[in-house]
């Protein structure tokens, strides 16, 4: 996300300027979500049979599947830019 957000920073505020904020704000936004909604977010999916597939898989692979997510995300990156 950050990586999408880097550009319109840098146009904005310069490229060290925009990269300091774009920063900020990905942190910002990783701790709200981590700490603040992450209660919320289980209650919502506690019942979701898919969610507890990809839980448990994680938890047994997880570096794997982060691996894999990334590359995923790069490709979709990558082909909409």
Do not use: W
Request: with cysteine; charged share 15%; glycine share 8%.
């Amino acid at each position: 996300m950050a990586t999408i957000l880097f550009i319109p920073g840098a146009l904005l505020f310069g490229v060290v300027l925009g990269s300091v904020y774009v920063f900020m704000a990905a942190t910002f936004v990783f701790l709200i979500g981590h700490y603040l909604c992450r209660d919320v977010i289980c209650r919502m999916i506690q019942g979701n049979v898919k969610f507890k597939a990809i839980d448990k898989a994680v938890a047994q692979e997880g570096f794997k599947i982060v691996l894999y997510l990334a590359h995923i995300a790069k490709k979709a990156v990558n082909t909409t830019i």
